[in-house]
Nanobody, 123 residues
Framework: QVRVVESGGGLVQAGTSLTLSCAAG???????VGWFRQAPGKDREFVAG????????LYADSVRDRFTISRDRYANTVSLQMNNLEPEDTAVYYC?????????????????WGQGTQVTVSS
C-alpha cells in the first residue's frame, strides 16, 4: 500500500500562481505519477503526469502552457506549479501513482490515489 498525500491547495485570485505538492512514499520512486482534478458536477480529468525519472511529461491541453510538473525522486515528492490560474481551474486536485514507470492520461492506469486538495480561483 502506498500512501499519497496532497498539499498546497487554497483560495487564490485569477492570474496568480499556486504550487501543489504530492508525497507518495519511497515505493513510488520507480512509478509514474499523475495529477487529476475534479470540478463540481464534472468527471475527474487528467491534468499532468510525469515518468519515474522525470524525463517524460504529459499535460492536458488546457494547462500545457501554464502548469509545470516536476519530481524529486530522493524526496519522493511530485510538484505541480500552476501559473496564471483561471476560475475554470477550480477543482479538487488529486495525485495518483501509476501502475507503471510512465504516466498516462487514463485514470485506470493509476493504482494509488490521495484524498485531494481544494483549489479555488476567484475572478
Amino acid at each position: 500500500q502506498v500512501r499519497v498525500v496532497e498539499s498546497g491547495g487554497g483560495l487564490v485570485q485569477a492570474g496568480t500562481s499556486l504550487t501543489l505538492s504530492c508525497a507518495a512514499g519511497r515505493t513510488s520512486s520507480n512509478n509514474g505519477v499523475g495529477w487529476f482534478r475534479q470540478a463540481p458536477g464534472k468527471d475527474r480529468e487528467f491534468v499532468a503526469g510525469i515518468s519515474w525519472n522525470g524525463g517524460d511529461k504529459l499535460y492536458a491541453d488546457s494547462v500545457r502552457d501554464r502548469f509545470t510538473i516536476s519530481r524529486d525522486r530522493y524526496a519522493n515528492t511530485v510538484s505541480l506549479q500552476m501559473n496564471n490560474l483561471e476560475p475554470e481551474d477550480t477543482a479538487v486536485y488529486y495525485c495518483a501513482v501509476a501502475l507503471r514507470a510512465y504516466s498516462s492520461r487514463a485514470r485506470t492506469d493509476y493504482r494509488y490515489w490521495g484524498q485531494g486538495t481544494q483549489v479555488t480561483v476567484s475572478s
